[in-house]
Nanobody, 116 residues
Framework: QVQLVESGGGLVQAGGSLRLSCAAS????????IGWYRRAPGKQRELVAR???????DYADSVKGRFSISRDNAKNTVWLQMNSLKPEDTAVYYC??????????WGQGTQVTVSS
C-alpha cells in the first residue's frame, strides 16, 4: 500500500501562487488516477484535480484555468500548481488514489490559507 505525503502549503495573499507536492513511498507508475482533494472549514471534501497515468487531466470548475496538476512517475511525485489564489481556496489539501479512498485512507494533508 503506497503512502502519500503532501507538502507545500502555506499562507499566501490573494492573487498569489503555491505549488503543492505529493510524494509517494513507492512507485506510482501503475496508479491510473491520482487526485488532489480539499476540505474547507465547514464543507465536505471535494475533488480539485485529477491526472491519469496517461497524463489526462480534469479539474473542478472552480479552479479551471488557475490550477494545474502534473505527475512525474520517475520521481513518484504529483504536483498541484495553484495560481491566482482566492480566499475561497483556503482548505486542507490532500492527494489520494481511488484504492486508498475506497478504504478511507487519507494523509495529513497540507494547509493552504489565502488572505484577502
Amino acid at each position: 500500500q503506497v503512502q502519500l505525503v503532501e507538502s507545500g502549503g502555506g499562507l499566501v495573499q490573494a492573487g498569489g501562487s503555491l505549488r503543492l507536492s505529493c510524494a509517494a513511498s513507492g512507485s506510482i507508475f501503475s496508479i491510473n488516477a491520482i487526485g488532489w482533494y480539499r476540505r474547507a472549514p465547514g464543507k465536505q471534501r471535494e475533488l480539485v484535480a485529477r491526472i491519469t497515468s496517461g497524463g489526462s487531466t480534469d479539474y473542478a470548475d472552480s479552479v479551471k484555468g488557475r490550477f494545474s496538476i502534473s505527475r512525474d512517475n520517475a520521481k513518484n511525485t504529483v504536483w498541484l500548481q495553484m495560481n491566482s489564489l482566492k480566499p475561497e481556496d483556503t482548505a486542507v489539501y490532500y492527494c489520494n488514489t481511488p484504492v486508498r479512498i475506497a478504504r478511507d485512507y487519507w494523509g495529513q494533508g497540507t494547509q493552504v490559507t489565502v488572505s484577502s
